[in-house]
């Protein structure tokens, strides 16, 4: 297969300035600054200006973004262009041009206090070649989430490569088309259509994710990219290339910290508690390796340290972590040679005791999908597991190894309700849509299965939190003396929380999340696209659906948002239409400023008359408005 050649990326830039509380590693810090789609003219501009000699230009931005991409192009259509890796001291090898430094993140995170320094170090080198005659402009790129361990002199440029936004997924597998167009003939190469890439955004918005789906799909023997069924092969598939470049140890890493992510409910871990997480299941640490130095990671606003690049993989590896321990759990009870048939849960009881998996919808939909892929004594003993494990959850304790694992305080009425949660919505999810006699997993002398399930729901009810049980109980369902998978809760029927849809384009996805965790905090019952939607799923359709379903839309308004093309304004187009079916004093938009730059003559026409919650000039104020109006107007 034949790769196109770079599609330029879209970008922000800025320069920084004394005390001017930079923080190019925040991606919210980003947010209300402009998107600019002119790359290769502006870098021909900037460095053959007399200033790109003075500081260096940083060029940052995540995994796959494209930045070695743009340091491969420039240094093949500019001959005074030299790569250099990154070193100290810097060393012009006595030419004037341009010097062109790829991967600062790699010594930066293997040791930041010798590299924190390196920017200072170029411009002392820029200032000593231009004293001798040899002006030289730097180019270093290095990954966003390294920056915030690095100095960055006042003066320096700073540019940061955005994602694809639909037109460019278009126009590279237009490119991917043509370059591949013998072999699509043939029929040896699956075409990939933007319609079905961009039903899995987080891979398709950034170069190097869609170079490697693309690659998936060009394989005709594998199930197609729009099978909901092949949605885990397709993440297996790219989390398994993307490793290929990282130290082995670093799979267990990533690991127990989707783990340690999933379980505390947050969209970040701080390295404290991943070092505990590690230290807890008995999994060796990074050494002296940055713990998030892998490209998956990125920074996430607020105090909870890092996060997975794209929500879908953190989903993969819980659900992988789970499958695995249920297999080689129901590989010592039943599958060995002699096997004594008792089930030794400490592992999954550590694992499953923290957060119900239906609080991840993707997490139950990842681990149907690697169960199907297990060999047949496993897919039969694994049901075995879980049902022998329910029948005794009551009365185990777990095992010592794993007693140190916690990731929320302790509550041991809690972490029971968790427990037997998360084995019910295992054993429905891997019944393949069929019921579950409730006596498989209520096998005790206590009393009949149908009040066994009752008690367990009283359990559920009165210890899991509120959001927990909701996605519980709307996960699982009784038909007569059975229990089944309900994959299709309706939000309506949720009466005790606010329904609230997030409509917002994707360059201000960090902002939003703050808003979707605030308001989630509130009790409220948030629709988001990168929390809601199942791997598979067609998007659009579950879109136009939860605008309907839900009471509340709140459009989050930024410069990029209102001058952006597309599906932000299919939504906004949705919502007026919907807020003029009902009656004046019926509140269903709820406009929400999330940038400062934003004036109000930019407003779209849709929203004119309405108020805008301020969040850019008040957070807190701003969120407390939007419930106030939520409550108001139920």
């Known amino acids: 297969m034949e790769e196109p050649e770079l599609l330029s990326p879209r970008y922000r830039i800025c320069v920084t300035e004394p005390g001017g509380g930079q923080r190019p590693a925040d991606e919210s810090w980003w947010a209300g600054r402009p998107v600019h789609d002119d790359l290769d003219s502006w870098l021909g501009a900037h460095l053959r200006a007399p200033g790109s000699a003075e500081r260096p230009l940083l060029l940052i931005g995540h995994p796959g ?86 100095a960055i002199p006042d003066g320096t440029t700073v540019v940061k490569l955005e994602d694809f936004d639909d037109d460019q997924v278009a126009a590279w597998l237009a490119a991917w088309h043509a370059a591949n167009a013998e072999a699509i003939a043939a029929g040896t190469v699956r075409p990939l259509t933007p319609a079905a890439a961009l039903r899995r955004p987080e891979l398709a918005r950034r170069p190097l994710l869609l170079s490697l789906l693309a690659r998936y799909t060009a394989d005709p023997r594998r199930p197609a990219p729009d099978d909901e069924a092949a949605t885990g092969r397709v993440y297996g598939n790219v989390l398994g290339a993307l490793l290929e470049r990282e130290p082995a140890e670093q799979g267990h890493v990533l690991r127990v910290a989707a783990l340690g992510l ?32 892998d490209f998956l990671f990125t920074r996430v606003p607020g105090p909870h340290g890092y996060g997975f690049l794209a929500d879908g993989f953190g989903d993969y590896l819980v659900a992988q972590v789970v ?56 897919r039969d003993n694994i049901p075995h597991l879980l049902d022998n494990l329910m029948s005794a959850h009551r009365f185990r304790r777990p095992s010592l190894p794993y007693d140190r694992y916690r990731p929320r ?31 498989r997993l209520f096998y005790s002398p206590h009393g009949s299965p149908a009040e066994e399930w009752a008690g367990t729901l009283d359990l559920w009810r009165a210890a899991l939190d509120p959001d927990d049980w909701r996605a519980t109980a709307a996960a699982v369902r009784r038909v007569g003396d059975a229990v089944v998978a309900d994959g299709h809760p309706d939000p309506r029927e949720d009466a005790g929380a606010a329904t609230v849809f997030l409509s917002y384009c994707r360059e201000d996805e960090a902002a939003v999340e703050r808003i979707y965790q605030a308001l989630g905090r509130r009790g409220l019952k948030v629709w988001k696209d ?15 659906r939860a605008l309907s379903e839900y009471e509340f839309a709140v459009i989050c308004l930024s410069r990029t948002a209102v001058a952006k093309r597309g599906f932000f304004q299919v939504e906004l187009k949705v919502a007026a239409r919907m807020q003029q079916e009902r009656s ?11 940038d400062a730059g934003l004036q109000a003559r930019d407003l779209p026409s849709a929203l004119t008359g309405l108020h805008v919650a301020d969040l850019a000039a008040d957070w807190d104020h701003g969120i407390e408005q939007v419930v106030r109006t939520i409550a108001a107007h139920r």
Request: hydrophobic share 45%.
């Open 584 to 594: 004046e004093d019926d509140v269903y938009i709820i406009p929400v400023r999330i």
């Open 262 to 293: 999933f379980n505390r409910g947050r969209p970040g871990v701080t390295e404290t508690e991943l070092a505990e997480d590690l230290a807890a299941l008995r999994v060796a640490g990074p050494g002296q390796r940055h713990p998030f130095a």
């Open 65 to 150: 973004a494209g930045k070695t991409l743009v340091v491969e192009a420039l240094a093949g259509r500019m001959p005074a262009a030299r790569l250099s890796p990154p070193r100290l001291p810097v060393d012009g090898a006595g030419t004037a041009g341009v010097l062109l430094v790829d991967g600062l993140h790699e010594p930066l995170q293997e040791d930041p206090a010798r590299w924190a320094g390196y920017l200072f170090e170029v411009a002392r080198f820029q200032a000593g070649e231009a004293s001798e005659g040899r002006p030289t402009a730097v180019v270093v790129a290095c990954r966003t989430i390294a920056v915030e361990r690095l």
């Open 409 to 439: 305080p302790g509550n041991n009425v809690r972490e029971l309700a968790v427990y037997s949660a998360n084995l019910v919505l295992l054993r429905v999810a891997f019944a393949g849509g069929a019921e579950v006699p409730l006596r």
């Open 530 to 544: 990168t929390h809601d939607l199942l791997p598979g799923v067609d998007w659009e359709r579950k879109i136009r």
């Open 323 to 378: 499958v695995d321990a249920l297999a080689e759990a129901a590989f010592a009870a039943f599958g060995r040679p002699h096997a004594h048939g008792f089930a030794d849960d400490g592992l999954t009881r550590a694992l499953l005791s923290h957060r119900p998996l239906a609080t991840r919808p993707a997490v139950l939909a990842f681990a149907r999908d690697l169960y199907a892929t297990l060999a047949e004594p496993e």
